[in-house]
C-alpha cells in the first residue's frame, strides 16, 4: 500500500457532510432567522410543523426539543402515567426507555424478530394476556435502523385491549408500510431531529406527529410549562422547544429527504449485492416496507474481529447496540415479556453498522464491502 493511494478514512455517519452538501440553503436559511430577531416559537417553527405534518401525512405536526422528549410528551399526553405499563422493545436506544420511565410508567420488554430487529407481534400478543394490559397501557414499536415494525398486527393487538401506540419514529423518517408513512400509523409517532439521524438538525430537536387535534394540543401545553392560552398552567408541563435556527434548518433538509433516503437506498443495495454470499446477514426487508436504512446493519459470527478489521483498514463502524437495555442497571428492575429477551442478547452480540450517510460515495461503500468480504473470510480460516 503505497502512501501516495493510501485513502481516507471512511466514517459511520457523516453530518457535516450533508451540511456541505447544502451549505448554500443552509447559510441563508440561518441568516434569515438570525436577521429575524425571532428565535423561539415563531414563524419556523410552524412553518416545519405544516410542512411535516404534511410530509408524514398526519393532520398534526408539534415540535419539541430532542427525540426523548417527543416519546415522553407523546405517552404523557395519551394519558400515560404512574401505573402504567409500557410495551417496547430491549434492542434500541436506550431514549426510548428512559422517555417511558420518565412518565413514571413501567416499560415492559417484548423480544425482537431476529430477521427484522423489530418487535415480535406473537410475543407482544402473550404478553399483553400475560400482563392483563388494558387502556392505562402503551405500546411503543420502534421501526428500528429505518424499518417499519409490523405495524398492522401490533395496532390492532393493541386497541384489542385499548392500549394506545406511540411508534418511536427516531430512525425512521420517511418509511412507509403498506403505503403508510411511519408516524401515521398509530396514535402518535415521535421523531428525533439528532444531526445524524435521516432528518437532523444542527443539534438536538424532535416532533410528534397526530392525527389527533386533542393530543396535540394537550403535547403543546405539555411542551410549555403546562400553560392554556391564558398562560396559567392546566398540568406541570416541561420546556421542551425547537429553536427557529434548527426549525429553518430542518425545513432546509426536509425538501432533500427523499433524495437523501434514495440515496441510502443505493448504498444498501451496494453492500447487498457485494455481501450476498458471505457470512455476514443482510438486512431482512418486510414485505410491504419502505426501509429508509438510517442504519445498514449486517449480522456476522466474529463481530468484534471484523470491527477491529474494518477499523485497521480505515472504515469505522458502530454497533446499535452493545447491550441491551434490560441489561444496563439503571433498567434492570423493568420486567421481561413472555419468552424472556434471549433474541435481543443474541442480536446485541452479532450486529455491525456499516457507514451510511447519504452522502458517502458509491465507490466509498464498494470498498466497505469488498473489506467485510475479506474480514469474513479472514475469520473462517
Ligand atoms: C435517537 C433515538 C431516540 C432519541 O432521540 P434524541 O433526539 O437523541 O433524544 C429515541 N429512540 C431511538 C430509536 C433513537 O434512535
Redesign the pocket.
Known amino acids: 500500500m503505497g502512501a501516495r493511494s493510501t485513502p481516507e478514512r471512511i466514517a459511520c455517519s457523516d453530518p457535516g457532510a450533508s451540511y456541505r452538501a447544502h451549505r448554500g440553503e443552509i447559510d441563508g436559511a440561518i441568516a434569515r432567522v438570525l436577521a429575524s430577531g425571532w428565535y423561539l416559537l415563531g414563524r419556523e417553527v410552524a412553518a416545519l410543523e405544516e410542512e411535516f405534518a404534511r410530509y408524514c401525512e398526519t393532520s398534526h405536526a408539534v415540535c419539541v426539543g430532542?427525540?426523548?422528549?417527543a416519546?415522553e410528551l407523546a405517552l404523557r399526553a395519551a394519558g400515560i402515567t404512574a401505573g402504567s405499563r409500557v410495551f417496547t422493545v430491549s434492542h434500541?436506544?436506550v431514549?426510548?426507555t428512559t422517555a417511558i420511565i420518565r412518565t413514571g410508567a413501567t416499560p415492559v420488554f417484548v423480544d425482537i424478530d431476529p430477521a427484522t430487529y423489530t418487535m415480535d407481534p406473537d410475543l407482544l400478543e402473550r404478553t399483553l394476556v400475560q400482563f392483563a394490559a388494558c387502556e392505562r397501557d402503551a405500546v411503543v414499536p420502534?421501526h428500528?435502523y429505518g424499518q417499519p415494525a409490523e405495524m398492522g398486527r401490533i395496532c390492532a393487538l393493541a386497541s384489542g385491549c385499548g392500549a394506545t401506540v406511540v411508534e418511536?419514529c427516531?430512525?425512521a423518517h420517511g418509511a412507509r408500510l403498506e403505503g403508510r408513512r411511519a408516524g401515521s400509523m398509530g396514535a402518535a409517532g415521535a421523531f428525533?431531529?439528532?444531526p445524524t439521524?435521516n432528518l437532523g438538525a444542527l443539534g438536538?430537536g424532535?416532533a410528534v406527529v397526530t392525527d389527533s387535534g386533542e393530543l396535540a394540543e394537550r403535547l403543546r401545553m405539555l411542551a410549555q410549562y403546562g400553560w392554556d392560552s391564558h398562560r396559567s398552567s392546566q398540568v406541570v408541563g416541561s420546556n421542551s422547544r425547537l429553536d427557529e435556527l434548527q426549525a429553518a434548518v430542518v425545513r432546509v433538509k426536509l425538501r432533500h429527504l427523499d433524495e437523501a433516503n434514495s440515496a441510502r437506498r443505493r448504498i444498501a443495495q451496494t453492500y447487498d449485492a457485494a455481501l450476498e454470499c458471505t457470512p455476514a446477514a443482510v438486512p431482512t426487508l418486510r414485505a410491504g416496507a419502505d426501509h429508509v436504512f438510517h442504519q445498514y446493519v449486517v449480522r456476522v459470527p466474529g463481530r468484534d474481529a471484523l470491527r477491529a478489521f474494518l477499523a485497521a483498514n480505515g472504515t469505522d463502524c458502530l454497533v446499535h447496540y452493545p447491550l441491551p437495555v434490560h441489561l444496563q442497571p439503571a433498567f434492570s428492575a423493568a420486567p421481561a415479556g413472555v419468552g424472556g429477551l434471549a433474541r435481543s442478547e443474541e442480536a446485541a452480540r452479532g450486529v455491525l453498522s456499516l457507514p451510511m450517510f447519504p452522502e458517502l460515495p458509491i465507490e466509498s461503500a464498494a470498498r466497505v464491502a469488498g473489506l467485510v468480504v475479506s474480514g469474513t473470510g479472514l475469520d473462517a480460516e
Open positions: 430532542s427525540g426523548t422528549d416519546l434500541t436506544a431514549a426510548t420502534v428500528l418511536d427516531a430512525q428525533s431531529f439528532y439521524k438536538d424532535g
